[in-house]
């Protein structure tokens, strides 16, 4: 069936530095859905993209979504310690499910 | 907005014995409940949906049943567990919009 390709599995990056996890699918996707789940605690909802080469920005985070329809991208801007958690990209199946990729583990160092 | 309530917060149960998760939610009318598991450091497996009472449909053979007696009322449930049913289990509701939310999961431990 369907699913998503998340790169990189795990991220360790210094405080200040940026980050990207990217997302992938080899068939074209409605939409994508980015959720962030601090250690411990459950999924979050962050944005959700639609359109083809669709851009939003919230603060320091710069979500992407491909211009086929295909991938998907969320940057952080000079990360910060409070940005550690593990980043899911989604897309909504025929049932009305998520599908999840299998996420990004970010870990910042202070 | 939707909020979800899960119980217990953390279980730790011994292999063999019998398992009710409940989840309820709060401020939305039929939505659409789902139970996800998730494994320590893995990604989120969707085991039931449900789009209203008495409607379930399982993505997942395994052990696990799920029921919805009440529109705002969803239930993951055993018979016997297995040490594989350890893990996070999360319920989870699709609201009016697109944005699914989660409630703040059950840790089970099955020993």
């Known amino acids: 069936g369907q699913q998503v390709m998340q790169i990189p599995q795990y991220q360790h990056v210094q405080e200040g530095e940026d980050f990207t996890t990217y997302c992938n699918s080899s068939?074209?996707?409605?939409?994508i859905q980015w959720y962030k789940q601090r250690p411990g605690g459950h999924p979050v909802f962050l944005i959700q993209?639609?359109?083809?080469?669709e851009v939003k920005k919230q603060k320091r985070l710069t979500f992407q979504f491909g211009e086929a329809k295909k991938n998907s991208s969320l940057h952080i801007t000079a990360t910060q310690t409070t940005d550690v958690g593990t980043y899911f990209c989604?897309?909504?199946?025929?049932?009305?499910?998520?599908?999840f990729g299998k996420g990004t583990k970010l870990s910042v160092k202070p | 907005s939707q909020t979800i309530h899960q119980w217990p917060a953390t279980l730790v149960q011994p292999v063999g014995s019998p398992l009710s998760l409940e989840c309820t939610v709060e401020?939305?009318?039929?939505?659409?409940l789902y139970w996800y598991r998730q494994a320590a450091g893995r990604g989120l497996q969707l085991l039931f949906y449900?789009?209203?009472?008495?409607?379930i449909s399982s993505e997942v053979p395994q052990n696990l049943s799920a029921s919805r007696p009440q529109d705002r009322q969803f239930i993951l449930s055993s018979k016997k567990l297995l040490l594989s049913d350890s893990g996070f289990y999360l319920c989870?509701?699709?609201?009016?919009?697109?944005?699914?939310?989660f409630g703040p999961g059950t840790r089970l431990t099955v020993t």
């Open positions: 068939t074209t996707l409605s939409n």
């Open positions: 989870a509701a699709v609201s009016s919009i697109y944005e699914q939310y």
């Open positions: 989604a897309f909504r199946g025929s049932q009305g499910n998520l599908i």
């Open positions: 993209l639609v359109k083809s080469g």
């Open positions: 449900s789009v209203g009472i008495g409607q």
């Open positions: 401020g939305t009318s039929n939505p659409n």
